[in-house]
């Protein structure tokens, strides 16, 4: 029984360090950091038409949940855009999503739960089984109930990192020469703002539930 819970373990140590494989390495710069890219106009004006289009699209999901897609969408973006030059110092403390579902909460403590009995089911009848079984459901139930913003990302913390990038972008717009032109200025001026509002309201509307 000792030789076949060691095999058990060893397999739960594989699945779980691949189940929540998150390349943080790469979102981090573990690895040789890459060098820094010029924000030029056309690079700042295409980044300000994605933060329109991502305010709006986040609108479509469940404020209250974590996005596995869109999670990892915004760490690959995120890790792209603090290659700017401007970018890198103002969003350096801004951290990656935390890619973590209810699901797989829940599927790692069934997990658990079934190495443990596995492991110690003799010791445990011994003391009460139904006790203990009684303990784990509960437990599980309770894994299953808790906020998914405890432990992971959900779309209206994303609302929140979006709207953090939305602030620097408008910040460096007003407080830096970019040679834009005045139309194209404005322009940029008018997506930031809507991508703004979008971002405001829709956390406004999770915070009134």
Known sequence: MREFGLAYYSVLRSWATNFFKRPHAVYLGSSPPLPLTSLNRREFYKLAERCRAYALELAHFDQSRVNLPQCHEFNRWLAGIKRYDLLAAPLQSLRPARPIARWQIVTLGVVLGLLLWATFSARIAQSGGS???????????????????????????????????????????????????????????????????????????????
């Not at 998914?148 to 959900?154: D, I, N, Q, S």
Request: proline share 1%.
């Open 131 to 209: 006790t203990l079984l009684y303990g784990y459901f509960a437990l599980i139930v309770v894994l299953y109930l808790l906020p998914e913003r405890l432990y992971g990302t959900t779309t209206e913390l994303l609302e929140g990192k979006l709207l953090r990038i939305v602030d620097t972008l408008d910040e460096l717009l007003t407080n830096h020469n970019l040679d834009f032109s005045e139309a194209a200025f404005f322009q940029v001026k008018a997506n930031l703002e809507a991508a703004r509002r979008e971002l405001r309201q829709q956390i406004d509307l999770a915070h009134r539930k």
